[in-house]
């Protein structure tokens, strides 16, 4: 399963780093994903990061801004998310995937507002 943290409520420009904890499967050879959903729209990929964090990947509007990593010691996936945005407002969640099977997480808000 995997279980995220570190959602909350931060002002535009503030920080916020989300953790997903991995367990019951072998985190360190999926690749892992962050994702993003607001209310009445599609999920949308956030940034990916290799199965040994080799090779990251982000959508436009957060390159720069994000840090996707993992540790895989720890089997914790982490987003660092910078000069944070109203419209980054959404739930976050995080997913492992492999050629067989994939696991989300169940999700964490993150607020930006004033």
């Known amino acids: 399963q995997l279980v995220e943290s570190g959602g909350g409520l931060v002002q535009p420009g503030g920080s916020l780093r989300l953790?997903?904890?991995?367990?019951?499967?072998?985190?360190?050879?999926?690749?892992?994903s962050?994702?993003?959903?607001?209310?009445?729209?599609?999920?949308?990929?956030?940034?990916?990061?290799?199965?040994?964090?080799?090779s990251t990947s982000y959508i436009d509007s957060v390159r720069g801004r994000f840090t996707?990593?993992?540790?895989?010691?720890?089997n914790t996936g982490y987003l660092q998310m910078n000069s944070l945005k109203p419209e980054d407002t959404a739930v976050y969640y995080c997913k492992a995937r492999d050629l067989r099977?994939?696991?989300?997480g169940q999700g964490t808000q993150v607020t930006v507002s004033s």
Request: aromatic share 16%; charged share 25%; net charge positive.
């Open 101 to 104: 099977d994939e696991y989300w």
């Open 68 to 74: 996707i990593s993992r540790d895989n010691v720890k």
């Open 34 to 54: 962050w994702y993003r959903r607001v209310p009445g729209k599609e999920r949308e990929l956030v940034a990916s990061i290799s199965s040994t964090a080799t």
């Open 19 to 32: 953790s997903c904890a991995a367990s019951g499967f072998t985190f360190s050879s999926y690749i892992m």
